[in-house]
T-cell receptor, first 109, second 113 residues
Framework: GIQVEQSPPDLILQEGANSTLRCNFSDSVNNLQWFHQNPWGQLINLFYIPSGTKQNGRLSATTVATERYSLLYISSSQTTDSGVYFCAVSNFGNEKLTFGTGTRLTIIP | NAGVTQTPKFRVLKTGQSMTLLCAQDMNHEYMYWYRQDPGMGLRLIHYSVGEGTTAKGEVPDGYNVSRLKKQNFLLGLESAAPSQTSVYFC????????????FGPGTRLTVL
């Protein structure tokens, strides 16, 4: 099956810093989603981005499908950005989302 | 619009007991999913449904059964709970093609003693 690797596994930053999270995947995809799992365990949809670039406030994401990677950018980090960020993909003819192991982001005040 | 809701939020079972987790969505989505999340890991697909009256096995289906009698509801059953089924269970749904973005419920934390 498709493999998903996320880097870095852990990231600790001061409030106000910027960060880039990476997701590499091993095959063509028809779905790529970024999620934020907050400290209470809720999974928040950030982006649906099988290709291209999107922005939502301080967050933006880019997927380069031909090179099989996606990047999530967080600017001017806030303590509420802390949590685990997951990338998940699915490919054609496969219903399941395959999740990476996540990047744990900790923002220090 | 409540989105995807799950009942209950928490449950503790003894080995061998049975229970049913309920997922409901009010977005008229065709597809529904049950995932489990174990510590330090991403989610893994248990079962899914592509429409009312249909179900299919996912990646880790053993020990679970599902039913989709109504379009808005997807039930996950554990007939004889085992400690290995201690996990957080997430339900998700999505509309039909072409956009296949999945939307997740808040999760159910299950402990089997």
């Amino acid at each position: 099956g498709i493999q998903v690797e996320q880097s870095p596994p852990d990231l600790i930053l001061q409030e106000g810093a910027n960060s880039t999270l990476r997701c590499n995947f091993s095959d063509s995809v028809n779905n790529l989603q970024w999620f934020h799992q907050n400290p209470w365990g809720q999974l928040i949809n950030l982006f649906y981005i099988p290709s291209g670039t999107k922005q939502n406030g301080r967050l933006s994401a880019t997927t380069v499908a031909t090179e099989r990677y996606s990047l999530l950018y967080i600017s001017s980090s806030q303590t509420t950005d802390s949590g685990v960020y997951f990338c998940a993909v699915s490919n054609f003819g496969n219903e399941k989302l395959t999740f990476g192991t996540g990047t744990r982001l900790t923002i220090i005040p | 619009n409540a989105g995807v809701t799950q009942t209950p939020k928490f449950r503790v079972l003894k080995t061998g007991q049975s229970m049913t987790l309920l997922c409901a969505q009010d977005m008229n989505h065709e597809y529904m999913y049950w995932y489990r999340q174990d510590p330090g890991m991403g989610l893994r697909l248990i079962h899914y449904s592509v429409g009312e009256g249909t179900t299919a096995k996912g990646e880790v289906p053993d020990g679970y059964n599902v039913s989709r009698l109504k379009k808005q509801n997807f039930l996950l059953g554990l007939e004889s709970a085992a400690p290995s089924q201690t996990s957080v269970y997430f339900c998700a749904s999505r509309p039909g093609t072409p956009k296949n973005e999945q939307f997740f419920g808040p999760g159910t934390r299950l402990t089997v003693l």
